[in-house]
């Protein structure tokens, strides 16, 4: 059974920062790539970051560039977000997916699994 499980959410104020973990177990996670995604109160939910197996691609949204960054850990079986200099437009739940595809795709439908989510709320 396929688990991606998110942690390291939280309360933090503008211009702080928080690192999100996702664990993975169920699969080869060294085979898949990995991304992050948000949903913020009434919006979609859009594509933050991602990384393919070997760490040696990632790609960031334009919102996160400079301030995010996504890395993994396949020994461990999980990937990380580092985010700093956080913003209040950054709140929302933040979701882990696994996919197949060899480079990470920004749409949803391209990720077969993901994690329950965990929240992030920055204060002004």
């Known amino acids: 059974q396929v688990q991606l499980v998110e942690s390291g959410g939280g309360l933090v104020q503008d211009g702080g920062s928080l690192r999100l973990s996702c664990a993975a177990s169920?699969?080869?996670?060294?085979?898949?790539?990995m991304a992050w995604f948000r949903q913020a109160p009434g919006a979609e939910r859009e594509f933050v970051a991602g990384i393919n197996w070997s760490a040696g691609s990632t790609y960031n949204a334009d919102s996160v560039k400079g301030r995010f960054t996504i890395s993994r850990d396949n020994a461990k079986n999980t990937v990380y977000l580092q985010m700093n200099s956080l913003k209040p437009e950054d709140t929302a739940v933040y979701y882990c997916a696994a996919s197949t595809d060899v480079i990470p795709n920004r749409a949803e439908r391209r990720y077969t699994y993901w994690g329950q989510g965990t929240q992030v709320t920055v204060s002004s």
């Open positions: 169920g699969v080869t996670f060294s085979s898949y790539t």
